[in-house]
């Protein structure tokens, strides 16, 4: 029962990104133009919404999956990484014309060709986590 919660959540999901245009290769190549404030609308509702789901879930002592309590930790702001971090996804994003939870939209749809980007970013995620202990963080 639980994992049809999940696929009823991916279907929304799925149908929020399809309805919104949010995995229009054209509408991310206009934002990457500042041509239009179509996709950084979509991005600023999903930051303030994330805010305060962030607060609603400190704030009310939210549980995951397990049963066991959200935590949320500080983290000491390395900038460098961040801007590199930033950078790399933002070049993938440009160059694939989609961010990762599009992706999936995308394969759902049909396009059989994204399937190559997310085994692209599964890879690079491994590998990452290979090289992470040699990295700075």
Same mark, same amino acid.
């Given at each position: 029962?639980?994992?049809?919660?999940?696929?009823?959540?991916?279907?929304?999901?799925?149908?929020?990104?399809?309805?919104?245009?949010?995995?229009?290769?054209?509408?991310?190549?206009?934002?990457?133009?500042?041509?239009?404030?179509?996709?950084?609308?979509?991005?600023?509702?999903?930051?303030?919404?994330?805010?305060?789901?962030?607060?609603?879930?400190?704030?009310?002592?939210?549980?995951?999956?397990?049963?066991?309590?959200?935590?949320? *930790?500080?983290?000491?702001?390395?900038?460098?990484? /961040? !801007?590199? +971090?930033?950078?790399?996804? @933002? #070049?993938?994003?440009?160059?694939?014309?989609?961010?990762?939870?599009?992706?999936?939209?995308?394969?759902?749809?049909?396009? *059989?060709?994204?399937?190559?980007?997310?085994?692209? /970013? !599964?890879? +690079?995620?491994?590998?990452? @986590? #290979?090289?992470?202990?040699?990295?700075?963080?």
């Amino acid at each position: 029962m639980k994992n049809l919660s999940y696929l009823f959540i991916g279907v929304l999901f799925g149908i929020v990104m399809t309805k919104s245009e949010a995995i229009s290769w054209y509408r991310i190549q206009e934002m990457f133009r500042f041509q239009h404030i179509h996709m950084y609308g979509i991005i600023g509702i999903a930051v303030i919404l994330g805010a305060l789901m962030h607060y609603w879930m400190k704030k009310n002592h939210f549980k995951n999956a397990a049963g066991e309590e959200v935590l949320f *930790a500080d983290k000491p702001k390395n900038y460098i990484a /961040a !801007l590199a +971090g930033g950078s790399l996804f @933002g #070049l993938g994003w440009a160059m694939t014309g989609a961010c990762p939870g599009p992706l999936y939209v995308l394969l759902g749809h049909g396009y *059989a060709v994204i399937a190559v980007i997310i085994l692209s /970013a !599964l890879v +690079g995620t491994f590998t990452y @986590g #290979l090289v992470r202990k040699f990295l700075p963080h």
